[in-house]
């Protein structure tokens, strides 16, 4: 039997213009640059300049001349004003407001270096080492096939497979293990390794003789690897028949080796930290600025102004193309007010959480680090009056200019705990604690995490074991066994 029903409900949808302000507020100062040159290269309207005084001046002289006929006649076809929005004022549509520039916002950066990058380096290197043309191409492969920490992570068959179905070349595996262990050992040296412990072992191979504990060294990755990491010194001693001197001494060797080669450099990529505000001291208080040097100010190109005008009048004439491009700009005009407007509001949103986060955190931007405040993301959006998700984008990824350093603006929200003496403090200062305890724990005989939270209980920091844990395995610190080091008497 089939049933009718009818139900009403209440949904929440978001509009075109606001799922565009929420991705541009997520966007870092870098992104967004890039997000506004892609904006500019697919809407003809905008392009990159203040508002001048002729454009100004002839949008009020063609507003004067177009009679109320022609008012009538677009008013239907048309759902806004193009003059009304050309002459808006700034804090209405327009981005037409100077940025704020700090003095060193306004100088220019240094060109960057040119550096070659780690696999331009290594095929330099592979043309030295006179190989055949065949075992070019697997050099290729394999240089291709490194990932950014140095490490060779795609199987051996994986690049027999690849150079056949590329080249149609017919490899074995071995082929390809002849080639990789010449590339392992360039510069630089461990590099295209496939684990932790043929890095090393690479690295040991290629140290002259009469390095003091190269063999021991050598010995206690290859037959003792697993003991190695697990810092069980007793059993490497009885394994290798070594005493506790010679232990230390091969220990020390490996842990100066480089675990990473060429970590980061293979597509040479320069991460640099760019600020998204800068918090500048004023007097007794503190001024705020966004940095607007990769936010340009936009306008409508004054040729497109004119078009609209001409258009005008044809259409009136009953000039069909007329009309099919006029509604074509009407679209890319209601695009470019939506992007300017979602530019604007990025701007005023990012400005009211950075001024209370600064409000919050007064004691922190005064004295520095030491002295922060439990702080929550429900915190801001109390002050500012917006939904907790609309701060959460704004903090993610930004980055704020302090006296004291540069800060992710992650950095200042922390979770509160409350002290013997009753008062509450941020729980990254008791991580710091935490830090400075294990810094001064003996080596040789490291803290459990229970001993841990005793001696945090001794300090005003009332915790639990699994707190503690919980923080150490936050600020990446090992276990009491792996924090175990040779300390010879």
């Not at 780690?118 to 240089?143: F, Y």
């Not at 959006?381 to 350093?405: L, P």
């Not at 008791?430 to 724990?441: D, G, M, N, Q, S």
Request: with cysteine.
């Amino acid at each position: 039997m089939l049933n009718l029903q009818q139900k009403q409900s209440l949904q929440q949808k978001l509009s075109p213009q606001q799922i565009q302000y929420i991705k541009l507020l997520q966007l870092p100062t870098l992104a967004l640059e890039q997000r506004i040159k892609a904006e500019l290269e697919s809407n003809p309207l905008l392009e990159e300049g203040a508002e001048d005084d002729d454009d100004l001046q002839l949008d009020n002289e063609q507003t004067e001349e177009r009679d109320t006929t022609d008012d009538l006649d677009t008013a239907g076809e048309d759902e806004f004003d193009w003059d009304e929005f050309l002459n808006a004022p700034d804090d209405l549509y327009g981005y037409k407001a100077a940025p704020d520039h700090s003095a060193e916002e306004d100088d220019r950066e240094a060109p960057m270096p040119s550096v070659s990058s780690l696999a331009e380096s290594l095929r330099e290197q592979v043309g030295l080492l006179d190989l055949d043309e065949t075992e070019e191409l697997i050099a290729d492969q394999i240089i291709g096939s490194i990932d950014e920490d140095g490490y060779l992570r795609r199987p051996v068959e994986s690049i027999v497979d690849d150079v056949m179905f590329n080249f149609g070349v017919v490899l074995t595996e071995d082929d390809v293990e002849r080639v990789l262990s010449r590339i392992q050992r360039l510069e630089p040296v461990g590099i295209a390794a496939r684990d932790l412990r043929e890095c090393l072992l690479v690295q040991l191979d290629m140290m002259p003789d009469d390095v003091d504990g190269r063999e021991n060294a050598y010995d206690l990755v290859d037959k003792c690897y697993k003991a190695f990491t697990m810092k069980h010194f007793d059993q490497i001693q009885r394994k290798l028949g070594i005493d506790e001197y010679d232990l230390k001494e091969a220990y020390d060797l490996v842990r100066s080796l480089d675990p990473k080669p060429g970590e980061g450099d293979l597509a040479q990529q320069t991460n640099y930290i760019t600020p998204d505000f800068t918090v500048e001291r004023d007097g007794d208080d503190w001024r705020i600025l966004l940095n607007g040097r990769n936010a340009p100010e936009l306008r409508v190109n004054a040729h497109y102004r004119n078009m609209w005008n001409d258009l005008s009048a044809k259409k009136r004439k009953g000039d069909k193309a007329a009309s099919e491009t006029r509604q074509f700009l009407k679209t890319r005009m209601e695009s470019a007010r939506w992007f300017i407007n979602s530019i604007q509001q990025r701007r005023n949103t990012m400005l009211k959480v950075m001024e209370a986060i600064v409000q919050i955190q007064h004691d922190f931007f005064e004295n520095g680090e030491g002295h922060l405040k439990p702080m929550i993301l429900k915190d801001i959006a109390e002050i500012i009056h917006m939904d907790i998700s609309t701060v959460s984008r704004v903090v993610n990824g930004k980055y704020v200019q302090t006296e004291w350093g540069v800060y992710e603006l992650k950095y200042f929200f922390s979770e509160g705990i409350e002290t013997d003496s009753g008062e509450e403090v941020s729980n990254k200062e008791v991580k710091a604690e935490l830090e400075r305890i294990i810094a001064e724990e003996d080596k040789t005989k490291p803290w459990s995490d229970q001993k841990l939270a005793d001696l945090l209980a001794e300090k005003g920091y009332p915790i639990a074991r699994r707190t503690v844990t919980k923080y150490r395995e936050q600020q990446n610190i090992p276990v009491a066994r792996l924090r175990r080091q040779i300390v010879l008497a």
